[in-house]
């Protein structure tokens, strides 16, 4: 128990580390987007400046300097660049970002229009400031905080929106409750606030949104993995997809099962006419069509052995067919591989292979780093006893007793009872072209 503890903490452990990961890759994405965002406002503001005086003029009678703009919203650009910069050392430090410094970095970021407003307004009427854009450029940063993948820090983006911008609207204009002109009333600038607060809100609620599609992809991703590290590679979508259903690591157990040994004859000898590469492309071919025969008739390839493979059916998942299912693959790789001899002449390829059923124990193996589901028995070894004995018999497929009414309704020849290496009495073995 303690063991699968230690197991489930370390996956735990992973998992928030992963998730971790993607939230501060997230928020560097973020902090990059916003500093494109100020740098490309600050070049349109210098464009207007410089390319359109007379209309500035209008906007602003009193007149304003190029530097005002490039010292204002340049010093937000520098706090981004050097934000991201920051954030960018802890990401290949592997650490993270403080949650205080973000909460901090929003507050911080979240300033710049009320900045804007109050320069601006230092230029020119302040209703008119307030009924430009500057005051829209709270939106912006508020969608932004999407990124940061935390609802909290959204809502917080949103409330110093809203404070920022009605105490400014209360410390520059002339606010009065009975004010004839709707935009000099405190309800109207409140309003606004209001707004700014809720998008806020509907900010934080697709944060929450976006991290939880984070969580369910690092999972399924986590799930995978697991099952990938258990079974191996070679295992056929639909069975991982009803293994991962489980969510659970198959139990160790004793349980019925039908093993199938395949090895390639003179595989070793061939080898050495031929370079490395040419030796394992072919097996990559071979095996690529037997593996495909082994999921359609729904067991897995447990591991592979050099020039050949051990196959299981009826584990992890039940299937009261498992024996009749292992020779029909058996039966399959044999036109397979005819097939193939008549397609490559100059590859062609002789194959033993034996199979067995019977109880066997059943269970994942191995490290806390490294697990692998294993059958071990003597369901296991004969099974293999048998794919050696092709050899002797001149036989390309040998089943045992076991499978002797399904042998013999496929056309099998009982070759009666034959000594097997590892055991006392003689087993009956049945022939299958």
């Known amino acids: 128990m303690a063991s699968v503890g230690r197991e489930v903490a370390e996956v735990t452990t992973a998992y928030t580390q992963a998730l971790r990961r993607e939230i501060l890759r997230s928020e560097q994405q973020r902090m990059r987007t916003l500093a494109i965002v100020l740098t490309l406002m600050l070049a349109v503001i210098l464009c207007f400046l410089g390319f359109f005086p007379r209309f500035s003029r209008q906007l602003f009678p009193q007149g304003i300097s190029a530097w005002i703009p490039i010292v204002g919203i340049g010093s937000f650009i520098l706090i981004e660049v050097a934000a991201l910069a920051l954030l960018r050392w802890r990401i290949a430090k592997d650490l993270d970002f403080p949650r205080p410094a973000r909460f901090a970095n929003a507050l911080v970021e979240t300033s710049l229009p009320g900045v804007v407003i109050f320069v601006l307004s ?7 400031v307030f009924g430009f854009w500057p005051p829209l450029l709270y939106f912006i940063f508020i969608v932004l905080s999407t990124l940061r993948l935390d609802f909290w820090l959204s809502l917080w983006t949103g409330a110093v929106a809203a404070v920022e911008q009605l105490v400014l609207a209360l410390w520059l204009l002339p606010l009065s409750p009975t004010a004839s002109r709707a935009d000099e009333t405190i309800y109207y600038h409140l309003s606004r606030s209001i707004v700014l607060l809720l998008a806020g809100v509907v900010a934080g609620i697709v944060a929450l949104s976006l991290r939880r599609q984070f969580e369910n992809s690092i999972a399924a991703g986590a799930a995978r993995d697991r099952v990938t590290n258990l079974f191996g590679q070679h295992v056929s979508p639909a069975v991982v997809d009803r293994l991962l259903a489980t969510q659970a690591d198959p139990p160790s157990e004793i349980r019925p099962v039908c093993v199938l040994f395949l090895d390639i004859r003179g595989f070793t000898a061939m080898s050495r006419a031929r370079t490395a590469s040419e030796t394992v492309s072919l097996l990559n071919d071979f095996f690529a069509s037997m593996v495909t025969i082994v999921d359609h008739h729904g067991g897995i390839v447990n591991k592979f052995l050099g ?11 039940a299937d009261p067919k498992a024996a009749a299912h292992a020779l029909a693959a058996g039966r399959d790789m044999l036109e397979a591989v005819d097939a193939w001899n008549r397609a490559r002449p100059a590859q062609a390829l002789r194959v033993g292979i034996g199979i067995h059923a019977g109880e066997a124990v059943t269970g994942t193996v191995g490290s806390a780093q490294r697990k692998e589901y294993t059958v071990i028995g003597d369901t296991v070894n004969l099974a293999a006893r048998l794919e050696q004995l092709t050899k002797e018999t001149n036989a390309r497929l040998l089943v045992s007793d076991a499978l002797g009414g399904l042998a013999q309704s496929n056309g099998g020849v009982d070759l009666g009872p ?7 009495e003689p087993v009956n073995v049945w022939k299958v072209a």
């Open 418 to 424: 034959m000594p097997i290496r590892g055991y006392g």
């Open 122 to 128: 230092q230029h020119t009427e302040p209703q008119l």
């Open 307 to 317: 020039d050949g493979f051990l196959a299981l059916f009826g584990a992890p998942l």
